[in-house]
């Protein structure tokens, strides 16, 4: 099983992956809300702003603090320098 940072330490399981999206759209705030509501909704942007959403195959939506183009990287294997986002907290 392999599994992606998406920031923070944070991991998410590859194989789970639908999409990432950017949250700046109506539907998809809307779609935020309506998880948030169900109680689907997992938050591991540690008090920063949402800048991707990760949408999973069991109903569950993740929020990042990484841009989704860092997201779709780290998916591929590909070495980024990314860690700009997390390096501020530590």
Do not use: C
Not at 3 to 32: T, W, Y
Not at 45 to 58: E, F, H, K, P, S
């Amino acid at each position: 099983m392999k599994l992606i940072n998406i920031g923070f330490g944070n991991m998410v399981a590859a194989g789970r992956l639908i999409a990432i999206v950017s949250p700046d759209s109506a539907p998809i705030k809307r779609m935020v809300q309506e998880a948030r509501d169900r109680g689907v909704l997992i938050d591991a942007t540690y008090g920063r702003r949402t800048r991707a959403v990760l949408i999973m195959d069991n109903d569950h939506l993740v929020l990042s603090a990484l841009q989704p183009e860092t997201v779709s990287n780290r998916l591929a294997g590909e070495k980024d320098g990314g860690e700009e986002e997390e390096a501020e907290w530590e």
